[in-house]
C-alpha cells in the first residue's frame, strides 16, 4: 500500500511476522521497534540523581552542557508513528496508512517479548482488522482473529478485556458478517453501557442489518460520549441514510472543519466529495476528492470517488486512468465492477471481459479469507450474468438478516431481472421507501415498474433518477433517459376522476315545460308530437360522453393511454 511515495511496493505493507520466535506467528524483527525496554540512565540523568545542596546546580548545568548537544533544548518530542495511531485509536478517529503500519510492528515485536499482554494482542488484532479492510487486503482478517482470540485466551472478555471484544465486532464488520458484530458488540454494552468505542461497531452492524431505529441510538449515544469529529462524523453519516441532505452537509463540513490530523481531515473530506457526487455535482465531488488525497495520499477511497466523478464530466481518460490505480491499490470488487461497466459503456468488450475476469478472482479471494461480497457478485449477475444466480444469493442475505436499502434494491432488481418482476417490485420499493437519495435504487424501481405497466409511477421515478444524479451509472443513465423518451409525455388532464367533470345539461328546457303546461290547453297533452320531440333534452347529454372516450381510442395501445385507464382508480 502507498504508505509513503518514496517507498517500493514492498515497503508499503505492515511487516510480514516471523517464522522464528517462541510464539510467533507474530514476532517482527528487531529494526524498527519502538516498544523495546527503556534505555539505561543517561550522563545527565546520574549527574541529577548525584547531585545535592548547592553543588548541585552548578554540576547539573554541566550535565546539561555536556548531554544536550548544541542547538537543541529540553522540549517536548514529537509524537511519533505509533503514538500518532495510538492517539487516533483513543479518540476514535481512523491513523493514517503509515501509522499504523508503525503500529502493527511496534505491537508484534511487543507481544514477541510480553506474550501474556492481553491488550497488546487485543490492540495487534484491531490494527490488523483495520489495515485489512482500508487495504482490502482480506489476508490480514485471519491475522487479526487470531491476535483477537489469543487476547481473550490470556484475559476473557468477562474478566474486563472488552478491547477484544470490540475488536471481534469490528472484524466481523469488516467481513459483512453484521449479524455476528451485533452479538459481538451488544455484550459489549450489556457489560458496560459507557465504553465509548463499542457504539461505532454497533452502528455499522445495525447499519448493514437495515435496523434504521437502532442505528440512530447507537449514533445518539456516542454522541454523548464521545464528542467532536468522530461524533459529528457518524451523525453526518445518519443523515445521509436516511435522504436528509442539508443536515447531512452541514454535519459533513462541520466535521470537515474541525478535523485536525491528517487521516481525519481526509476522511471528512472524503465524506464531501461523497455527497456532492450524490447531488449530481461532479465537479464539487472532483475538487473534495482532490483535497483528500492533497491531505492523505493513502487514501485511496478518494481516488476511486474522483474516478466515478471524472465519469460524470466526460473526462474518460482521466478517469480511466484512475480506476485502474486505484484497482492495484485498493483492490475492492466494486471499483472493478465499476471499471468493467465503464467499458462496456465504451464498448470496449474486450477490455470489459478482462475486468469482470479480475473481478471474479477478487471475489474468489475475497470468499477464502471469509468476506461476504455477496451483494456486489449479485449486482454483476444481475446485469452480466446469471439473474438466478442473484437472486439466490441475495435471498440468503436476507435470511441472515441483512436487509440494508443496499440488500433490499439489490434483491429487487435480480428478481427482475430474473423475470419476477411482481415480487421485486415490493423489495425495490422497500429500498426507496428508507428515504436515501440514490439513483440507482429509483431508477430499477421505476424501471420494474415500466415492467409492470405502472406508466406513471414509474415516469416519476425515473424522472427522480435524473435530477437527484444525471450521471449515476455509465450504463444506466442513458437507459433512462431512452425509457422516458419512449414513456413519452403524461396524458393531458391527469387521471379521469381528477378532470373538471363536466357541466350539468342546462336548465331552460325543463323551465320551460311548467310554462307550456300552465298554458290553457290540456287537450294538446295527448298528441303524439310532444313525444316524438322530447328527444331534445337528450342532446347535450351524450356531448361530454363522446369528447372523453375519443382519446384512448385513438391511441388504445400507448403507454399514456394505458396509464390514465390505470391511474383512473389510483390517484388520490
Do not use: C
Not at 547539573?60 to 555536556?66: I, K, M, S, Y
Not at 455527497?275 to 478518494?302: I, K
Not at 320551460?512 to 310532444?530: F, L
Amino acid at each position: 500500500m502507498d504508505v509513503m511515495p518514496q517507498q517500493d511496493p514492498e515497503s508499503r505493507r505492515p511487516p510480514e511476522p516471523s517464522p522464528e520466535g517462541p510464539h510467533d506467528p507474530y514476532v517482527m524483527p528487531a529494526e524498527g521497534a519502538t516498544a523495546v525496554p527503556p534505555p539505561p540512565p543517561t550522563l545527565r540523568t546520574t549527574l541529577r540523581r548525584a547531585a545535592f545542596g548547592a553543588l548541585a546546580a552548578g554540576v547539573l548545568l554541566a550535565g546539561a552542557l555536556v548531554a544536550v548537544p548544541d542547538g537543541k533544548d529540553d522540549r517536548a518530542k514529537e509524537p511519533g508513528p505509533v503514538e500518532r495511531a495510538e492517539a487516533a485509536a483513543t479518540a476514535g478517529s481512523p491513523a493514517s496508512l503509515s501509522d499504523l503500519t508503525a503500529l502493527i510492528g511496534d505491537r508484534q515485536k511487543w507481544v514477541e517479548a510480553h506474550p501474556k499482554d492481553a491488550p497488546s494482542w487485543a490492540t495487534l488484532g484491531s490494527a490488523y482488522a483495520e489495515w485489512g479492510r482500508r487495504s482490502a487486503d482480506a489476508a490480514y482478517f485471519g491475522r487479526a482473529e487470531e491476535a483477537l482470540k489469543r487476547s481473550l485466551e490470556e484475559q476473557p472478555g468477562e474478566r474486563g478485556n472488552g478491547e477484544a471484544w470490540v475488536g471481534m465486532a469490528a472484524l466481523a464488520n469488516a467481513r459483512h458478517d453484521f449479524l455476528a458484530a451485533k452479538r459481538w458488540g451488544e455484550t459489549v454494552r450489556k457489560q458496560d453501557p459507557k465504553t465509548w468505542s463499542v457504539y461505532p461497531v454497533l452502528i455499522d452492524a445495525y447499519t448493514g442489518l437495515g435496523d434504521v431505529k437502532a442505528a440512530t441510538e447507537a449514533t445518539e449515544k456516542f454522541g454523548e460520549l464521545r464528542k467532536g469529529v468522530p461524533a459529528l462524523a457518524r451523525t453526518a453519516d445518519l443523515y445521509r441514510g436516511q435522504g436528509w441532505r442539508e443536515d447531512a452537509l452541514a454535519t459533513a463540513r462541520e466535521a470537515a472543519d474541525r478535523a485536525t490530523a491528517p487521516a481525519e481531515k481526509a476522511e471528512a473530506l472524503h465524506r464531501l466529495g461523497e455527497l456532492a457526487w450524490e447531488r449530481g455535482e461532479p465537479e464539487e465531488a472532483v475538487a473534495q476528492f482532490d483535497a483528500a488525497l492533497r491531505t492523505d495520499a493513502g487514501h485511496h477511497a478518494s481516488l476511486a470517488g474522483k474516478a466515478r466523478a471524472l465519469v460524470a464530466l466526460d473526462r474518460t481518460d482521466e478517469a480511466l486512468a484512475a480506476y485502474q490505480s486505484v484497482i492495484t491499490k485498493l483492490p475492492r470488487p466494486a471499483y472493478a465492477l465499476e471499471l468493467g461497466e465503464l467499458y462496456a459503456s465504451l464498448e470496449l468488450d474486450g477490455d470489459a471481459r478482462s475486468q469482470y475476469e479480475k473481478l471474479a478472482e477478487l471475489l474468489e479471494q475475497a470468499k477464502a479469507a471469509g468476506v461476504d461480497e455477496s451483494v456486489v457478485q449479485a449486482r454483476y449477475e444481475s446485469d452480466h450474468g446469471d439473474p438466478a444466480v442473484a437472486v439466490e444469493l441475495l435471498r440468503g442475505q436476507w435470511k441472515k438478516q441483512h436487509r440494508s436499502a443496499a440488500v433490499a434494491d439489490a434483491l429487487g432488481w435480480a428478481l427482475h431481472r430474473a423475470g419476477q418482476s411482481k415480487e421485486g417490485l415490493e423489495y425495490a420499493r422497500q429500498a426507496v421507501d428508507t428515504g436515501v437519495r440514490n439513483a440507482s435504487y429509483a431508477y430499477h424501481l421505476g424501471m420494474i415498474e415500466r415492467e409492470l405497466a405502472q406508466y406513471g409511477p414509474a415516469r416519476r421515478h425515473l424522472q427522480e433518477a435524473l435530477r437527484t444524479n444525471p450521471a449515476f451509472s455509465p450504463l444506466d443513465a442513458p437507459k433512462a433517459r431512452e425509457t422516458l423518451e419512449t414513456l413519452g409525455e403524461p396524458p393531458p388532464g391527469g387521471p379521469g376522476d381528477m378532470q373538471t367533470p363536466p357541466p350539468p345539461p342546462p336548465a331552460p328546457a325543463p323551465s320551460q315545460e311548467p310554462k307550456r303546461e300552465s298554458q290553457p290547453e290540456p287537450k294538446q297533452e295527448p298528441k303524439p308530437e310532444p313525444k316524438r320531440e322530447s328527444p331534445k333534452p337528450e342532446a347535450p347529454a351524450p356531448a361530454p360522453s363522446q369528447t372523453a372516450p375519443a382519446p384512448s381510442k385513438a391511441a388504445p395501445s400507448s403507454p399514456a393511454a394505458v396509464e390514465a385507464e390505470a391511474d383512473a382508480s389510483k390517484s388520490p
